[in-house]
T-cell receptor, first 112, second 111 residues
């Protein structure tokens, strides 16, 4: 089974801090995604990547950036954390569409 | 605008009471419809992919069906461990595996 590991389950950061969320997969999947999930809003795509050093904006990229230096690692960066970025952040990987996304366990980020 | 709507928002059933969850979509040229299960504090877990009207998939007490405008997730004789939020998503034409997500149905099965 594909494993997607997110480095932290819970994180509390202060407004203005630079925040790094890490995601690592143990299969050779090219496609990786970062979502945020908020009650009543569903999953919203922040950024995605189809290959090393390749990135594309999703629906809500403002205030975020990403890095993919190695195929197995996809990092989400909050340049200057704000309270409206308090959310559950989910990383996912995709091999083939038939197999669906595989998600990590999520990082619940609180910005105070 | 491409949209996915799930209903109801929440559903409470007694153990053994069968029911269905609905996912309706307004996407032309559907490339795939996905069902996921999400437990509290965890990431979604993949259940099914459906591609064409009339297709059905089954897994234990769950059966997913697809028509041209909606999908149903039927749950037969549910158990308390089936309690979770069920998410539906569709892949629109021209997208590279990007999905449009519904807000989910929270299912609670009481013993």
């Amino acid at each position: 089974d594909v494993k997607v590991t997110q480095s932290s389950r819970y994180l509390v950061k202060r407004t203005g801090e630079k925040v790094f969320l890490e995601c690592v997969q143990d299969m050779d999947h090219e496609n990786m995604f970062w979502y945020r999930q908020d009650p009543g809003l569903g999953l919203r795509l922040i950024y995605f990547s189809y290959d090393v050093k390749m990135k594309e904006k999703g629906d809500i990229p403002e205030g975020y950036s990403v890095s993919r230096e190695k195929k197995e690692r996809f990092s989400l960066i909050l340049e200057s954390a704000s309270t409206n970025q308090t959310s559950m952040y989910l990383c996912a990987t995709l091999g083939t569409a038939k197999g669906g996304y595989t998600f990590g366990s999520g990082t619940r980020l609180t910005v105070v | 605008e491409d949209q996915v709507t799930q209903s109801p928002e929440a559903l409470r059933l007694q153990e053994g009471e069968s029911s269905s969850l609905n996912c309706s979509y307004t996407v032309s040229g559907l490339r795939g419809l996905f069902w996921y299960r999400q437990d509290p504090g965890k990431g979604p877990e993949f259940l099914f992919t459906l591609y064409s009207a009339g297709e059905e998939k089954e897994k234990e007490r769950l059966k997913a069906t697809l028509t041209k405008k909606e999908s149903f997730l039927h749950i037969t004789a549910p158990k308390p461990e089936d309690s979770a939020t069920y998410l539906c998503a569709v892949q629109a034409p021209g997208s590279n595996y990007q999905l449009i997500w519904g807000a989910g149905t929270k299912l609670i099965i009481k013993p």
